[in-house]
Structures are given as C-alpha cells and as structure tokens.
C-alpha cells in the first residue's frame, strides 16, 4: 500500500521561507511526475507546483512562480518544495501526489500558516 507522508510545514511570518518534503513508501514513484497541491480553509484544492520524473521540466501556478521551488531526490523517493517569500495567501494544507493525481489516498498534509 501507498504512503505519502508530508512534513515540513508550520507558522511563519509574510516574507519567511519553509521547506516542505513528501515522501512516499510502498511503491516507487520516480518514473512518475510528481506534485504539490494545496487546500486553504473553504476552498477546493489547487495545483502548486509539478517536476517530472527526471526533474528536467518543472511547472508552476502563476500564484506561487518564482517564489516556489520543487525537487525531487529519487534515491530516496521524496519531493521538496522550498517556498520563498511566504505570503499570508499561501496558508493551507499542502500535499503531494503524482501529477495529476493517481494514488487514491492522500497523505495527511502538512499544514502552512504565513501570519502578516
């Protein structure tokens, strides 16, 4: 069985950096493109951020491009998303699955809170 396992998240103040990581258990996903998504209080899930399976081709929502970083280590089957300049806007639950999503249970996420 799959396991994603978020981590890295917490409270920061706007401006602040954080580096979120996803590791995954159970299967290897290293051929796989792999995401960040997001889901704030109230809204749908969103797309973050994409590497593919080589981390050759990223992609990223406007709301975070240049501000955001993802990368992958397949050694050791984990993603990161280093994230810059924290807005208030970008407190959510982060998650990681494939891109687009095909592993049918979610990890818990980890949760990211930019204060003002």
């Known amino acids: 069985q799959v396991q994603l396992v978020e981590s890295g998240g917490g409270l920061v103040q706007a401006g602040g950096s954080l580096r979120l990581s996803c590791a995954s258990s159970g299967r290897t996903y290293s051929i796989y493109t792999m995401g960040w998504f997001r889901q704030a209080p109230g809204k749908e899930r969103e797309f973050v951020a994409a590497?593919?399976?080589?981390?050759?081709?990223?992609s990223y929502a406007d709301s975070v491009k240049g501000r955001f970083t993802i990368s992958r280590d397949n050694a050791k089957n984990t993603v990161y998303l280093q994230m810059n300049s924290l807005k208030p806007e970008d407190t959510a639950v982060y998650y990681c699955n494939t891109h687009p999503p095909v592993i049918p249970t979610w990890g818990q996420g980890t949760q990211v809170t930019v204060s003002s």
């Open positions: 590497i593919s399976w080589n981390g050759a081709i990223t």
